[in-house]
């Protein structure tokens, strides 16, 4: 996983180009109106909204509690596809280097094809649009959480634009090894260096998102990449070299992805492996 930095223009101007851009229809030439005339409550919720983001409170906030002909009204102005939103996308996902993110930054396994609403969309239309509110995603992490995101008063999510993750490591991996075959298992666990709370959250947020399971079924293209790389230094470098380039690369891959990238927690583990090293040993 990996941070992301959050919208800091104006939300409600946000909120009002998108509906700007929608098409006016024959069928509904109302439409627009209806939400102008929400403006006051909407800005209101968007107002109470960035204060408990500055705060990283947004347990806190409750629903305006619009009508359904309102919340029905508020919905259809999302869109994927609309340019506002895609604009928005990549606004957030474009580094300082100009070179965009499209790796989903929950999982770091699928593509961003989605944005998920912290927030949800059903429990608060008026936040359907508000750039704080909506976070890169790819769909199968956004289908898990749903419209879940807190239970007994507590967020089960992380918010990647406010929850600092720790530098420290809490991902792990364990290998066993038959012959060919190389199985996982991925675990979480806190060496005592991470504050409880974030912990907990950092513990829900994997388990929902059945994420250290999908880690395990998509180890094939890293464990392949990283053969190819080692079997093309062999008789080349001695290999304790080899791991060594090998941990060196990883570690600069988890300042760049994320101190917890499972990519990397899994390469690292690979190099530091006796038995799985010592079958190159005879490779000429």
Known sequence: MRNLQHYTDDAFEFHKEVLKSKNTTKEDPSYKERIENMDDAIEG??????????RNTLENIDSYGHTDDEKNDLLKLYSYKNSVIKNLKVKITTT?????????????????????HYLPKDEFPEFVVNPQNLFPSCTICNGYKNYIWIEGG???FLNLYLDSLPAEQYLFVNLAITGDVITTTFYLQNNGDINNDIFEIIETHYNKLHLLERFSANINEVITSLENTIISFVGKLPLDEIKDSIIEKSNRDRIAFGHNYWKSILEIELANCVEYMNRFVTID
Do not use: G
């Open 45 to 54: 919720q968007f107002s109470a909204y960035n204060d408990n983001f500055v």
């Open 96 to 116: 300082a280097a100009n070179r965009i993110i499209n790796t989903c930054p929950n999982c770091t396994i699928s593509e961003i094809n989605s944005f998920d």
């Open 154 to 156: 507590k967020r089960v």
